[in-house]
């Protein structure tokens, strides 16, 4: 097999205007849902170290026991993708319906688990006042696990056929409906005083139990903006019903993305946790520098579905040439936004720190971890799409093992053993975490590469 000839200009230029148009409403909608744990922090963060260390381990700790059920739902994306790429809407259209009885039969436990990672903080150090602040913030952030995945599974649905508007729609109506609600569920009367409006009987506000229970009504406020966007969408008369073996199938190409995601966030979460030993201030810190970081990485997440549709519409086609060319576009793409966050974020960390807390500690800490982030926002960029790309081509297995390996053999291993044995603290952990993230991001886009390659003619 010979390299694959010179693909002309206007393709290459072609295909990038597919990728912006598809892309840049998922990068909305992901920014937008990044935005609502932002603005959470924002609002916790006039609060104090305590509340802002107990926002960002209770969001750690839901998206560590949703993100196995948030991937094994994506295993709509190459299912519903490559169908509509075959021509087979009614096929795509099944395979939604057994991906919203799946989302379903997740949210309960896993919905559950997040109080029992809770019960584990005690034993890796993390200090009472943040463990019951934490504990206050699930009860609130727990039951968004229903609409959370369903909100994902109409997502993939929609944006398989090329409908990536109403998931911008929903991310800006549940950003408007999330902000007011934060700041009074909060802060309570003090908050409505403080900006000009009358008392209304809220006390004192509900402190990060305020943040929780905001964050879960703009989960259910955008669910319903996509469940009226699938419903306008007239079911193909050949779509038949869901089955058990096509919820099989989706768990057998899901779970492995779930395990991609969980490698990746776990060691992020580990991270997030031991901070606690260094204290309130320092758990802070990188909850808010972790919160920026997550922000920029959103833009690449869009992109990264996108990159996961168009490849998997050109597989559906049976044109692995197109597959490629969808996903190096993306990839450069979305890296090249990313140099842009790396640079914001060398200039003006101390500024961005600033803009979601108060207490100078805080600030001061946060602002050196963004220095650190600065290193690996290409990085960060790059693995996430190449993941995106290898799910559309529906290889999903490979985007696990090297997340697996690189993450819990490197990573978590560099991440204790800097951080902790050998006294580097919060910077020795975030630079661990940069080099591990480097590593998947050579690896996912080395696999995508050997991947298109091994499925082109041999004459190409």
Do not use: K
């Not at 909060?186 to 005083?193: A, I, K, R």
């Not at 204290?279 to 972790?290: E, S």
């Amino acid at each position: 097999m010979t390299a694959p000839v010179p693909v002309p200009y206007a393709e290459l230029r072609a295909e990038l205007g597919r990728m912006f148009r598809l892309s840049v409403p998922l990068v909305g909608a992901s920014a937008g849902t990044q935005l609502m744990s932002l603005v959470d922090t924002a609002v916790v963060g006039r609060l104090g170290p305590v509340e802002i260390a107990a926002n960002g381990m209770g969001t750690t700790i839901f998206f560590l026991t949703s993100i196995l059920a948030l991937g094994t739902v994506l295993g709509l994306d190459p299912l519903a993708a490559q169908a509509v790429g075959a021509g087979r809407p009614g096929e795509a259209r099944r395979h939604f319906r057994e991906a919203v009885w799946l989302a379903l039969m997740l949210s309960v436990p896993f919905g559950a688990l997040c109080f029992a990672l809770h019960a584990a903080l005690p034993a890796i150090g993390v200090e009472a006042a943040v463990r019951d602040a934490t504990l206050a913030y699930l009860w609130a952030r727990a039951p968004s696990m229903v609409p959370f995945l369903l909100f994902i599974v109409l997502r993939s649905y929609l944006q398989a056929l090329g409908r990536t508007r109403p998931s911008l729609v929903a991310m800006i109506i549940g950003n408007v409906v999330n902000l007011p609600l934060a700041w009074v569920l909060v802060h309570g009367d003090e908050g409505l005083l403080a900006v000009g409006l009358p008392p209304v009987g809220f006390g004192a506000g509900l402190g990060v139990l305020g943040a929780g229970l905001a964050c879960t009504l703009g989960h259910v406020v955008q669910l319903g903006v996509l469940a009226l966007a699938v419903r306008g969408e007239p079911a193909p008369p050949d779509a038949g019903r869901a089955t058990l073996a096509g919820v099989r199938t989706l768990i057998g190409l899901g779970l492995p993305v779930g395990f991609q995601f969980l490698a990746e966030m776990g060691v992020f979460g580990t991270t997030q946790m031991l901070m606690g030993r260094f204290g309130a201030v320092w758990t802070a810190a990188h909850n808010v520098a972790i919160q920026l970081a997550s922000f920029t990485f959103c833009v690449c997440l869009g992109v990264s579905q996108a990159a996961s549709v168009r490849v998997g519409h050109e597989v559906g086609r049976g044109d692995w040439q197109a597959a490629r060319r969808a996903g190096l576009v993306a990839l450069v793409f979305g890296t090249g936004v990313m140099s842009l966050s790396a640079m914001v974020f060398l200039v003006a960390p101390g500024w961005l720190a600033g803009a979601l807390a108060e207490p100078p500690e805080v600030v001061e800490a946060a602002a050196g971890l963004l220095v650190i982030a600065a290193g690996f926002q290409l990085f960060d960029g790059a693995q996430v799409i190449g993941g995106g790309a290898l799910r559309g081509a529906g290889d999903t297995r490979a985007a696990m093992w090297i997340n697996l390996g690189v993450h819990w053999l490197v990573t978590a291993p560099l991440v204790l053993g800097l951080g902790v044995l050998l006294g580097y603290g919060p910077h020795g952990m975030w630079w661990a975490l940069t080099l591990g993230l480097t590593l998947v991001s050579a690896g996912l886009v080395w696999r995508f590469l050997r991947l298109t390659a091994g499925h082109m003619p041999a004459n190409s």
